[in-house]
């Protein structure tokens, strides 16, 4: 997201009266799709079956960079029950900049840039016909050498990963893989500096991690001579996917029509394609016959979304009263072989959101290195930003013998501050969230030998975006909307809850389906916390329209003037003068008769979602350290969240507890670990350690709800914030138990073992 | 890939010996199937041995010792009545290789052929004194379990050669044994540093000792010097501190992704004292 | 080079046949034969759970047996936890906690727990959170999860 868009969605939007009671808004009933969800039911990408489907793999290369000499499919073309191969060259030519990159990693076609780059796919009448073909396709490499790690990509003699990518901003005489340079602020730095008491500055380091969604990426996509396909996949965003495909294969967009399956999770990762478009090109090949192409878990790791790694340097000046005078960062981030998939620019205005402070200044090198093409993942950039920032400040806060939480609350950001990257905030929560940890029961815990207790704040600008939604009303009264936004967590009842609100009928006379790309208009993914923001206030907007036409309708049918009703309890009443003189006409009476009043009801919405209101949160962990191990135990989790309001408290909570865990992960043991050779060593769940259930304990939350005066029922996205403080809590946490600064995650045992040794 | 399902070893020991191509036996499964799915090994012949009789049982002989079936399952260990009192270390460390769902398939001789130097039962099976019948084209031999792996991934088993039997000895009077091992997390992980340790008591005083180390040289080792440093001792810290010590020089491990040479010494240290704590009080019934 | 080997075994109480290449997994039997597609596949060795089934009772991954291993075997799967129509404890409490978000996890995590409260009606919180450390769920942090499986063991022991 570029900076002038944060700042007009920040300061754009419309002022809703959210103090209001509700009916159905904040309570908890069951979601639409759980008993689908609990029986096996739910069909996910892989769970579609047609008739006449070949199955795919996809041969991947083992280095990590290396150019193409010949690829030789004779072999596997010969195979039994192969019926289509293809390798790069055989995608059209001629594409630019973003399309071309997308498909430069759908498959290779002079170079291989990481390892686990596609080359080429098969469709065969079997998964194991299509394994076993992949293995005769004979590719002659001419190994190039390899950088991995983000500082070494940037440093002279470095290899160059592409050429003529770097953007005009990138200052003169920088290694060709830093593609792109930021850089922004605010106040007068110096002065800032020198009016602290203390100045500290640091440099902290991140490694890539996975979005490590349980379901592998899969699809079933069919295309034929004629240029019109089909695709069904899992994905968060089924116009993205559309989209992306048409570009990469050269295809009408219009002609592709993709519907989204159940989704298995994907944290931002499954906002864009890998190997859609490959299925696709298969099924040309082989005469028009569907392709199913289901990722392994390997193929999941090796080649779609990590997310960046980093280096960062942080520099704060504080008062001796805990006062913030000013702040600098400066962070290095790779996010693969193409140019602008770091998430630079978002973490860097991430970095001091959280602050009130008079001087701030932000620099970024977006940097190509040999790993896979990054993806989104849970508030891009933000987790890294707040491991750096929020780290220091706990420094320099026990370095001054401050409380950490009076210290974030002293320089906290709040409704008119000007924040570090630029709008001023309207109404936020921050204040609220810091004050609520402080009274929490589980910071009257006491600790015992080798614990230690950790705090961090965290912010996410949570996103509005393009949107559409249609509903239409029933014969019986019932209503069905029709969103585009993929339920990964508990969205269709969210939408549901708001539309009954709104509507004033039973939650349960609501459906909302998750529909293709032809049966509404364009909508980006549930990406950036916005379905339940987005596709709620859209889904309000068009009940009110359909609530427009039902009172016109009613009105006419009395024969009075339509402003002289009103809609109320899921009911045209007469108002005004007219009140009481007719009994109320009922949505189900409206739906009985409409084919009668005028025709079908229904109501759409479309717009490029404003008003989007901020979600900050604070976040405060107990752990024990294992003296001897170096091993950390997570003892006591407490997650504090601005929701601006919540619609479903329960997947609220679910937000915050699940990322948490991603962050206690992230904290603690995941992050991609390469050879010498730039090989990907742990690409299994095995090797990249996810949280497990015996990791954690229960996960402590406190809803706040600041109302987003931007939402018709104050809603804020929350899906995000909640990865963003784990990070920085934990590195706290494990400095207060042990007396040791860990500054590069993940801060495993053999590393913090090694600090409590080397003092 | 070829499936078969002899009736008895001496069946199973043929069809291997005669076999061309790569061959591998199947119990659990949880190792070959790992494998196959992750293009490591595809055997041509995959001789599945639970069609043959008694490879399910658990077995405890006059003189107190046991014969485990080959295909037992680690949760059939853990499930039953008296095994587990006998040898708890033992039966724990098996309990700790993978997942629920893993236990219900996962056995003692599988996790000894994956010849894995981190394999969490070997240490165990090492300081417990097991032996395995190996079934070949000439009959039986007994080899005890420190003798069978060759290096990571290897054995010594000669073409034809298949394990038939577990064989645990009585555990007897005043003995106690433990397993302990570090892993990152605290489930699902491939072991840092294992350590095994058996010992018999003399009132306080260990009389016999057997000691372990997983993860930490290409084999499994079974370290004299440790059982040294604490036969005739009580315990105490000057031994427990010569344990620790012994257990580091015995260290010769690699850095790799699962932990690094210095952590590895530094627990294998850690973890010896632990688990012989463990023991001791076990053998002294507490 | 036709190497397919015909199975009959027993699925949720029902007798099924099918033939499968022996590479198969009982996991790709239920899903590419059966048309069971409750179980999922998130990874294919061992380390998700999102296959977890039972196999004559006991909990295992069915990505790690093969197909033809069924012979002869009673084989449980999500499809037949709910009884007659009527919704397993358990899948009640998954509903009314929210301890679902993507709900990918969640076919393998109920099998795995409804195998758990057979043998122990009265866990712990530590024994459930071990019982299920084979079970990744990536979305929920596991909390609600752990308290719908508690719930559920509390009303079933009521139920008793």
Known sequence: MALDEVKEIV??????????????????????????????????????????????????????????????????????????????????????????????????????????????????????????????????????????DVDAAMAEGAPVIREGEQGPTVPEGM???????????????????????????????????????????????????????????????????????????????????????????????????????????????????????????????????????????????????????????????????????????????????????????????????????????????????????????????????????????????????????????????????????????????????????????????????????????????????????????????????????????????????????????????SHGSRATFATGKAAVEACNQAIGEMCRRAAKRWGIDEDAVEWKDGAVHPAGPNAGEFPPMTIKKIGQTMGRSGGPISGHHETTAGGVGESFGAHVVDVEVDPETGKTTILRYLVVQDAGRAIHPSYVEGQYQGGAAQGIGWALNEEYVYDDMGRLQNPIFLDYRVPVASDLPMIDTVIIEVPNPGHPYGVRGVGETGITPPLPAIANAIADATGRRLRHLPMTPAKVLKAIKNG | MKYHTPASFADAAAIAASASGVTRFLAGGTDVLVQMRSDIVMPDDLIDI??????????????????????????????????????????????????????????????????????????????????????????????????????????????????????????????GDAYLRFIPRTEMDIAVVGCGISLRLDGDTITEARVSLGAVAPTVLLVEDCAKAIIGTTLDDAALDALAKAAEAACNPIDDKRGTIEFRTDVAGVLARRAAKIAYARAKGE | MSNKIHVSTKVNGDAVEFLCDPRETLLDVLRDRLNLTGAKEGCGTGDCGACSVTVDGRLICSCLMLGAEAEGKEIGTIEGVAEGGELHPLQRKFIEHAALQCGVCTPGILVAAKNLLEKNPDPTEEQVRYWLAGNLCRCTGYDKIIRAVLDAAEEMRGAA
């Open chain 2, 50 to 175: 639970k069609h043959i009789d008694g490879v399910k049982d658990i077995t405890q002989n006059a003189d107190g010792s046991w014969t485990l079936g080959v295909a037992v399952a680690g949760a059939e260990m853990s499930e039953h009545p008296t095994l587990g009192k006998d040898w708890p270390g033992l039966v724990e460390a098996t309990d700790l290789i993978g997942s629920t769902q893993v236990q219900g398939r996962a056995t003692l001789v599988g996790n000894l052929c994956n010849g894995s130097p981190a394999a969490d039962s070997v240490p165990a099976q090492v300081a417990a004194g097991v032996t395995m019948t190996v079934t070949g084209p000439n009959g039986d031999r007994v080899a005890a379990v420190e003798d069978l792996p060759a290096g990571p991934g290897r054995l010594n088993l000669e073409k034809g050669e298949v394990i038939s039997a577990v064989h645990i000895p009585a555990r007897g009077d005043n003995a």
């Open chain 1, 11 to 148: 300061e754009s939007g419309e002022n809703y009266d959210t103090d209001k009671e509700f009916k159905y808004v904040g309570t908890r009933p069951d979601r639409p799709d759980g008993l689908d969800k609990v029986t096996g039911r739910a069909k996910y990408g892989a769970d579609h079956y047609v008739a006449n489907m070949l199955h795919a793999a996809v041969l991947r290369a083992p280095h990590a960079h290396a150019r193409i000499v010949s690829i030789d499919t004779s072999k596997a073309e010969a195979a039994d029950g192969v019926k289509a191969v293809v390798i790069g060259t055989d995608l059209p030519e001629g594409l630019t900049g973003g399309d071309l990159h997308l498909q430069e990693n759908t498959l290779a076609r002079d170079k291989v840039y990481y390892d686990g780059h596609a080359v080429a796919a098969v469709a065969a009448t079997s998964a194991l016909a299509a394994k076993d073909a992949v293995k005769l396709i004979e590719v002659e490499y001419e190994l190039l050498p390899h950088v991995i």
């Open chain 1, 175 to 525: 290694h060709p893989n830093v593609v792109n340079y930021i850089e922004f602020g605010h106040g007068d730095l110096d002065a800032g500096f020198d009016a602290a008491d203390l100045v500290m500055e640091n440099t902290y380091k991140t490694e890539a991690t996975h979005q490590g969604y349980i379901e592998p990426h899969a699809c079933v996509g069919q295309l034929g001579d004629d240029g019109k396909g089909e695709m069904w996949v899992c994905t968060q965003g089924q116009w993205f996917i559309r989209k992306m495909c048409a570009a990469v294969l050269g295809l009408e967009a219009s002609n592709l029509r993709v519907t989204p399956s159940e989704i298995g999770g994907g944290f931002g990762g499954k906002t864009t394609i890998f190997s859609e478009a490959i299925s696709l090109a298969l099924s040309r090949k082989a005469g028009g016959r569907p392709v199913k192409l289901v990722m392994t878990r390997s193929e999941v790791l090796r080649a779609t979304g990590p997310t960046a790694s980093t280096s960062m340097d942080v520099k704060i000046g504080m008062k001796n009263d805990g006062t913030m005078t000013a702040g600098k960062v400066v962070f290095r981030m790779q996010g693969g072989a193409w140019p602008d998939m770091a998430p630079t620019g978002m973490a860097l205005n991430c970095a001091f959101a959280s602050y009130d402070l008079p001087a701030v200044y932000h620099e970024g090198y977006d940097v190509l290195a040999n790993r896979p093409k990054a993806a989104a993942y849970r508030a891009p950039g933000s987790p890294m930003a707040a491991f750096a920032v929020e780290s220091l400040v706990d420094e320099m806060t026990r370095k001054l013998g401050l409380d950490p939480i009076e210290v974030r609350i002293k320089n906290g950001a709040k409704e008119g501050t000007k924040s570090s990257y630029g709008p001023t905030y309207k109404k936020i929560g921050l204040l609220e969230c810091l004050e609520a940890a402080k009274a929490h029961p589980n910071l009257a815990e006491k600790l015992g030998p080798n614990q230690g207790r950790g705090v961090a704040a965290g912010f996410w600008f949570n996103h509005g975006g393009e949107t559409s939604v249609s509903m239409s009303l029933g014969n019986d009264g019932t209503v069905t909307v029709s969103a585009g936004t993929p339920d990964i967590g508990g969205s269709r009842a969210s939408v549901a809850l708001m539309v009954a609100e709104t509507l004033g009928i039973p939650y349960d006379h609501v459906r909302v389906n998750i529909v293709e790309t032809g049966a509404l208009g364009f909508n980006e993914p």
